[in-house]
T-cell receptor, first 115, second 116 residues
Framework: GAVVSQHPSWVICKSGTSVKIECRSLDFQATTMFWYRQFPKQSLMLMATSNEGSKATYEQGVEKDKFLINHASLTLSTLTVTSAHPEDSSFYIC???????????FGPGTRLTVT | AQSVTQLGSHVSVSEGALVLLRCNYSSSVPPYLFWYVQYPNQGLQLLLKYTSAATLVKGINDFEAEFKKSETSFHLTKPSAHMSDAAEYFCAVSETHNNAGNMLTFGGGTRLMVKP
C-alpha cells in the first residue's frame, strides 16, 4: 500500500531555533499534502494545505511566517518551525493525496519538543 | 462550517463485546464522513468512509458505520472487539466532496480500551 514517511520521527530543540520536518510520499506522487498538528490527548487540527509548485494555503490562526511550508517536488513537502517556542511542542502529522486512487495517506508523525 | 463531536473520550469494552463509538457531525452541505484509527506514535489509518453512496459502510477489520442524516450521526461499530482494536479513533468530516477527504475536520477522538 501507499506509504508516507516523516523525518525525523522525534526532535528536541532549544527555544529560538528552527526545525525542519520532512514529509515524503514513498511510492506515489502527491500534488497535494496537508500538515496537521495534534496536541496531547487532543484531535488533529489542519494547519495548511501544501500544493506542489505553489504557495501553501494556511488555515485561519496559523502564522505563515512561523510555519514555513515548501512543496518543491511531487514527493516531498517540508514544514519548518521557525524560532520555535515551548508552546510549539506538539505532534505534527502530514498526509498526502494519491490522486490516482483518490485516497489520502497519513504519515507516522513527528513529535517536536521545544525546551 | 463543519464540526464533529465524538461522545465519550474513552470507551472500555471486554474482548468479544460489541464496540460502539459515537460520532455526530454538523455540516452546511451533504458531508463526506470518515473514521480513522491511530495507534500510539503512528499516523492515521483509514477505517472506512461515507461518500454519499450506501448509508451503511463496511470497512477494514469488521468495522462498519451507518450514516443517518436525520440524526446527523455516523457511529462506528464492530460486533466483537479484539485486543488489537485498542487504539484512538477519530471521526472526520469533509465538505469538499473529494473521496480522498480534503480539508478534514476531526472530532476530539475516542480512546478504545479492550479488557481481556
Amino acid at each position: 500500500g501507499a506509504v508516507v514517511s516523516q523525518h525525523p520521527s522525534w526532535v528536541i530543540c532549544k527555544s529560538g531555533t528552527s526545525v525542519k520536518i520532512e514529509c515524503r510520499s514513498l511510492d506515489f506522487q502527491a500534488t497535494t499534502m496537508f500538515w496537521y498538528r495534534q496536541f496531547p490527548k487532543q484531535s488533529l487540527m489542519l494547519m495548511a494545505t501544501s500544493n506542489e509548485g505553489s504557495k501553501a494555503t494556511y488555515e485561519q490562526g496559523v502564522e505563515k511566517d512561523k510555519f514555513l511550508i515548501n512543496h518543491a517536488s511531487l514527493t516531498l513537502s517540508t514544514l519548518t518551525v521557525t524560532s520555535a517556542h515551548p508552546e510549539d511542542s506538539s505532534f505534527y502529522i502530514c498526509s498526502a493525496i494519491r490522486s490516482a486512487v483518490d485516497e489520502q495517506y497519513f504519515g507516522p508523525g513527528t513529535r517536536l519538543t521545544v525546551t | 462550517a463543519q464540526s464533529v463531536t465524538q461522545l465519550g473520550s474513552h470507551v472500555s469494552v471486554s474482548e468479544g463485546a460489541l464496540v460502539l463509538l459515537r460520532c455526530n457531525y454538523s455540516s452546511s452541505v451533504p458531508p463526506y464522513l470518515f473514521w480513522y484509527v491511530q495507534y500510539p506514535n503512528q499516523g492515521l489509518q483509514l477505517l472506512l468512509k461515507y461518500t454519499s453512496a450506501a448509508t451503511l459502510v463496511k470497512g477494514i477489520n469488521d468495522f462498519e458505520a451507518e450514516f443517518k442524516k436525520s440524526e446527523t450521526s455516523f457511529h462506528l461499530t464492530k460486533p466483537s472487539a479484539h485486543m488489537s482494536d485498542a487504539a484512538e479513533y477519530f471521526c472526520a468530516v469533509s465538505e469538499t466532496h473529494n473521496n480522498a477527504g480534503n480539508m478534514l475536520t476531526f472530532g476530539g477522538g475516542t480512546r478504545l480500551m479492550v479488557k481481556p
